[in-house]
Every structure is written in structure tokens, then in C-alpha cells.
């Protein structure tokens, strides 16, 4: 299996732009997340669909942040506009069930000049 | 919310040494999982707990989930360079609708 494939891997991008994120969960998995990575807080949880359904939004920072999953074989996270302080690695993980055992895809490292 | 509270936050060993790990949280968590980070890579899993009080291994790795519920801890023995990177531990409740928590991770150096 490949795993859990992400796209881009790094993204640099100026104030104000469009970002969308992509992931590819592990086939077979019907629960999908996405976290962000910062050395400030960590790992947090942004929103996790269960069966291409958005179960909890409540870690989405702020209107800008908006996520979907069309099918159980791809999701987006899009940010608009951006933000500097959206600098993170963002990580979408996915797993079967609830969600007990994720598996991490290797991130994207957005960067907001 | 939930939070973990993971220790030490960082730590540097000799090669051969053992090292140990601990989360501990202030509600009851129904299953324990420990992570690593390799730089410029998300966490892999390493060890799921399911029962209070179970003891697990996987090579030099061990983990146990707490009697209490609360806390769990990760050794690695013998430590090794390619166990450098940072180890996170999580957990989820019924009462949470099975989220993860995550610490904020154990960032472990090992000199050869």
C-alpha cells in the first residue's frame, strides 16, 4: 500500500493567496484528518470526516479554513486568504474506524511570506 | 478539553543507554498510542495500548497503559542513532467520539 499520499509537499505562497492542500487516504479507511503542526502548539486537530462526512470542525481556526472530502479517496483543505501565521506543517492521517491507529501522510510545509 | 502531559520534553543519551517516557493526563483515556517522528516525516505508530495495566513490546520498545487509566509510559532499551526524532504519545475516550489527543512529544538525541 502506498500510504497516505499528500500534496504538495511544501508550498510556499505570498499573503492573501489561495492554498489548497490534498490527501489521499489509505484505501479502505473511511475516517480522515487533518491536523496542523507548529512548534508553538504541536499537533492539534483541525477536522476529521467519518464516511466522507465533516464529523468535527471545531479545531478549524477561523472562517478561512475550509475543508472537504468529495469521495473516500481524496480531501482538500483550502485556506483562504492566507495568512503568515497559517505557517505550519499540515498533516492528513487517516485510518479505519473511529480512528484509534492513525496513519500520517509526510505532511505539506506551507510557508506564508 | 483533554490535554496530555508528556516528559520530559527533550533528552540526550548515550548510545546503549535505556531511555523512558511518561504521559499523564487528568481524565480517563480508553486507549493509549505512542507515535514517532522522523524529521521531515508525519508520526508512525509504534505501540496501541487497549487495557488498563497492559504491557506491550515491539523489539526495544515497551509501553504500558497506567492502572488508573491516566497515564502510560514508553522504554526504549539499548538505544540506537536511528532512534533519534520525537516521540508522541495519544489518547482517545469514548467521550471524545474516539479523537486523538496528542502530547507535545519527547524530542530524543542520541549521541553514537
Known amino acids: 500500500d502506498a500510504g497516505v499520499i499528500q500534496s504538495p509537499r511544501h508550498e510556499v505562497t505570498e499573503m492573501g493567496q489561495e492554498v489548497t492542500l490534498r490527501c489521499k487516504p489509505i484505501?479502505?479507511?473511511?475516517?480522515l484528518f487533518w491536523y496542523r503542526q507548529t512548534m508553538m502548539r504541536g499537533l492539534e486537530l483541525l477536522i476529521y470526516?467519518?464516511?466522507?462526512?465533516?464529523?468535527?470542525d471545531s479545531g478549524m481556526p477561523e472562517d478561512r479554513f475550509s475543508a472537504k472530502m468529495p469521495n473516500a479517496s481524496f480531501s482538500t483543505l483550502k485556506i483562504q486568504p492566507s495568512e503568515p501565521r497559517d505557517s505550519a506543517v499540515y498533516f492528513c492521517?487517516?485510518?479505519f474506524g473511529q480512528g484509534e491507529k492513525l496513519f500520517f501522510g509526510s505532511g505539506t510545509q506551507l510557508s506564508v511570506l | 478539553g483533554q490535554q496530555l502531559n508528556q516528559s520530559p520534553q527533550s533528552m540526550f543519551i548515550q548510545e546503549g543507554e535505556d531511555v523512558s517516557m511518561n504521559c499523564t493526563s487528568s481524565?480517563?483515556?480508553?486507549?493509549w498510542l505512542w507515535y514517532k517522528q522522523d524529521p521531515g516525516e508525519g508520526p508512525v505508530l509504534l505501540i496501541a495500548?487497549?487495557?488498563?495495566?497492559e504491557l506491550t513490546s515491539n523489539g526495544r520498545l515497551t509501553a504500558q497503559f497506567g492502572i488508573t487509566r491516566k497515564d502510560s509510559f514508553l522504554n526504549i532499551s539499548a538505544s540506537i542513532p536511528s532512534d533519534v526524532g520525537i516521540y508522541f504519545c495519544?489518547?482517545?475516550?469514548?467521550?471524545?467520539?474516539?479523537?486523538?489527543?496528542f502530547g507535545d512529544g519527547t524530542t530524543l538525541t542520541v549521541k553514537p
Open positions: 481524565s480517563i483515556f480508553n486507549t
Open positions: 470526516f467519518n464516511n466522507n462526512v465533516p464529523i468535527d
Open positions: 492521517a487517516s485510518s
Open positions: 495519544a489518547g482517545t475516550a469514548n467521550t471524545n467520539a474516539g479523537k486523538s489527543t
Open positions: 495500548l487497549y487495557k488498563a495495566g
Open positions: 484505501s479502505g479507511h473511511n475516517s
